[in-house]
């Protein structure tokens, strides 16, 4: 029987735009205020795009050359992209092979769009890591990318939502592991659909025999709805168990983590799992603070952060979770 391989990121990159918006700048159009984004996420400034600078896909073009840099490879060497977003440039077709067109591969490689909102990156390093460990494949970029300044209520009555959502890319690059024990150890993913309208983009949607009228009349559809009260009572107890079904499957203890990266959701909802989990300061990274909520980027930009900083060493254990809209959760456990 044959042995299935361990997968090791080779490489993390990550890319933000270069418009910060402060919450100072939200004040006055959302009649709110710094205390009071601070005080609910833990929120000080995000990055918006810049219209006919930045796409879904430039951007992760941008953090995948990084990634792959870092790995010592080409675009052309990459045999699979898995890109996760919940907000491509275009309806179809995804953002996978517009990055692909962008990193001018020639190779004419497959590329998978993931839509897994805030457990997008984690469903697509699943992905990934499953088609390494069968051998299908030798290299694989992972991608997450998203655009949500373009499509947020930027008036009081979407202030709830719209302080929470900034734009970014981050990218890692899969390779099989060539050293027993290293790389991804256990991947684990989750859904609940019974709560798949508590945090919603209800159009454009296909139910409709003429969906362009239904949007010129019901515009606020367009716009994140989310209840936030359920999302974080569900958030704060799917979190925990979803890293202890992790640590569990490979014989380790809260107390061996080196390094966790949740998905930047909320910082409350961080601080509550760090909590929870008896980790310390220096064991969990935050960035929520500087980019907001990235969604499917929000994973992987911290990662190549906690790596650029020197946060991250060889042999470190170190856990990656998310938890988001429909419901999805998932983590993943890796040795460094």
Known sequence: MATLRHAYIAGVGHYVPSRVVKNAELEPMMNTSDA???????????????EGKDTTANMGANAARKALEMAGLQPNDVQLIVFATLSPDYFFPGSGVLMQ???????????LDVRNQCSGFIYALSVADQFIRTGMYE???????EIHSSGLDKTP??????VIFGD???????????????????????????????????EPSSNRDNRVDYIMNNRQDLYPYMNGQNVFKHAVVRFPQVIKEALDQ???????IDMLIPHQANLRI???????????DDKVFSNIQRYGNTTAASVPIALSEA?????????????LAAFGSGFTWASALIKW
Not at 36 to 50: A, M, S, V
């Open 36 to 50: 009071w984004i601070q005080e609910r996420t833990g929120i000080q400034e995000r990055r918006w795009f810049e």
């Open 101 to 111: 067109r962008e990193l001018g591969m020639a190779n004419n490689c497959p590329a």
């Open 139 to 145: 290299t694989v970029l992972v991608v997450g990318s």
């Open 157 to 162: 009555e979407g202030r709830g939502v719209s």
């Open 168 to 202: 970014g890319a981050g990218a890692v690059v899969l390779r099989p592991s060539t050293q027993d024990g290293q790389g991804i150890l256990s991947t684990h993913l989750h859904a609940q659909g019974e709560y798949a309208e508590e945090l919603i983009v209800r």
């Open 250 to 256: 490979n014989g380790y203890l809260p107390a061996d």
């Open 270 to 280: 961080t601080q509550y799992v760090q909590q929870k989990m008896g980790l310390s």
């Open 307 to 319: 790596v650029q900083e020197g946060k991250i060493k060889r042999g470190d254990l170190v856990c």
